[in-house]
């Protein structure tokens, strides 16, 4: 077919059509005309082309952060090394002997420390005498038995022999006085405290427990509980001897009273001492016992104060603690 017929022929089924779609006056329906199924293929391919389904605009990059180092674990603080405490060598000083508590310790009164009226450890036994001795520092007059002071109480890495600190001791009494007289070996004499100090030089001590059964066991010192300190002299012996009282606390104080005669010797002093019974409140009879202690104290070293040693009758003394002294009775 030649390009005019086929023109031709749209035409006239242009017309057709058009006709058809008017209901003529006494014309009937025409048949429906069935447009043959489409070639699916044949519309693919002359279909537009169809684009590929819009994508969502691109996502906006999102600013990461600047990358940083990854954190370093924080390290534990370095430990300060510590150092381990002093310890303190077994020669150190402990506190003074006489160190008295400020006040006496109550004795409880729920609970019963009476006991026995004589303690059992060293035994004293004070001669009854019918004339008092005199006190010059001379023990002519002293025929009593000697008991002996050379138990370290006390310093001893400063304590080198007997020579250098020991002695012995004499104990006698009557109405009015208790009397002590000792020889002491005390090879350098240093005595340049006093008062309440004077245990810091060459010096003797007493201690005196008045009341033994009311609190024998009674482990601490209490108002019937003594301590007496005696120096020989400063700074050499016979020059302004002196007694002070440390215990009870409450009475301490210098002890004009006490009448003291010392010499000096070759080989260290004698002492004579007579401490009135009214300073420890007493009135003494035959037969009575008492807690009691004796003692020397040293110090060797030229122009210092210092306790360096002590020396006693008791084996285990321990100041604050009554329970360790030992007895004393009065003979007949």
Known sequence: MNKNNFCFLLL?????????????????????????????????????????????????????????????ATPFPTATPTTEPTQIPSTATPYPTYTPYPTSTPIPTTVSYEGPGVRPGAGVIAARFDAPPTIDGNLGEWNETLYPVENVAYGGGEHSSAADLSGTVMVGWDAVYLYLASEVLDDVYVQEASGKNLFKGDSIEVLLDVNVSGDYYWAALNTDDYQVGVSPGNPTVGNNPEAYLWYPWSVSGPRPQVLIGVAATGQGYLIEVAMPWSMFGVAPSAGDHYGFGFSF?????????IQQSMVSNLANRIFTNPMTWGDLVLGP
């Open 12 to 72: 006239a089924l242009a017309l057709l059509g058009s006709a058809s779609a008017c209901t003529l006056r006494g014309a009937s329906t025409p048949t429906p005309f069935s447009y043959p199924t489409p070639d699916l293929t044949m519309t693919a391919l002359f279909a537009p082309t169809q684009e590929s389904p819009a994508t969502s605009a691109p996502e906006t990059a999102q600013t990461l952060p600047p990358a940083t180092a990854a954190p370093q």
């Open 297 to 305: 104290s040293d110090n060797d070293n030229v122009g210092t104060t």
